[in-house]
């Protein structure tokens, strides 16, 4: 008799012999996926992670070796740890650093198409500041907008993501991780709680959720 484990990976297309280099401790790389837009490169990868879900939330949210091992994250932390609405406390650990002189001149010049993920209104919060605006400020201003996102995902969900300003046509993030959620069917199937919950987010929202995290 297959294993659940079994059963999942077959449906998203790994081989017998694949599933047993998985369960033997090895990376396996499936191959490509279907891409839910024109937008997204898809592959699958199986791997085996063994420990109590708790430990495995642990190194995920929490643990600093996170930072060592994972060149992408600049910080770890929580937000609104009282099921608030958060506050620019939270976001104290953002940094702009290293090249802050860099990447000042990044924020106090953007534009649509630029090398930024921001909004129109995002954009014009920037350019209030000036071209004179000090270090401090494009900090404390880029800190406003994270906790500004974070709120309108707490009220609206998917649908509270301001799409990114691009040169021609804006980009929408939150209908991208909608297309993304629709076209798996595995999570559909396997997980159903969660793939409504991450659909229709905060109008089905778990009573125990409390926490949110950013990294």
Do not use: W
Not at 123 to 138: M, P, Y
């Amino acid at each position: 008799m297959s294993s659940l484990i079994d059963e999942v990976l077959k449906e998203a297309g790994f081989s017998d012999a694949a599933i047993a280099d998985v369960k033997a401790g090895k990376l396996h790389y499936g191959g490509s996926l279907d891409a839910a837009s024109d937008k997204e490169l898809s592959v699958k990868l199986a791997f085996r992670v063994e420990g109590k879900i708790d430990n495995i939330k642990l190194v995920f949210l929490h643990l600093p070796a996170k930072k060592k091992y994972d060149p992408t994250v600049g910080d770890l932390g929580m937000i609104a740890t009282d099921g608030g609405d958060g506050t620019l406390e939270d976001f104290a650990g953002i940094k702009l650093s290293p090249n802050e002189v860099t990447m000042d001149k990044l924020y106090s010049n953007a534009a649509p198409g630029s090398d930024l993920n921001l909004s129109k209104d995002e954009i014009e919060t920037f350019k209030k500041l000036g071209k004179k605006a000090t270090h401090e400020e494009i900090e404390n201003c880029l800190r406003q907008v994270l906790l500004d996102r974070f709120r309108a995902y707490k009220k609206n969900g998917l649908a509270g993501i301001k799409p990114y300003a691009r040169s021609k046509k804006e980009f929408s993030a939150g209908e991208e991780l909608k297309n993304q959620i629709l076209h798996g069917p595995i999570l559909k199937k396997r997980s159903p709680t969660f793939y409504k919950y991450a659909l229709d987010y905060p109008n089905n929202k778990p009573e125990e959720q409390k926490n949110h995290s950013f990294g």
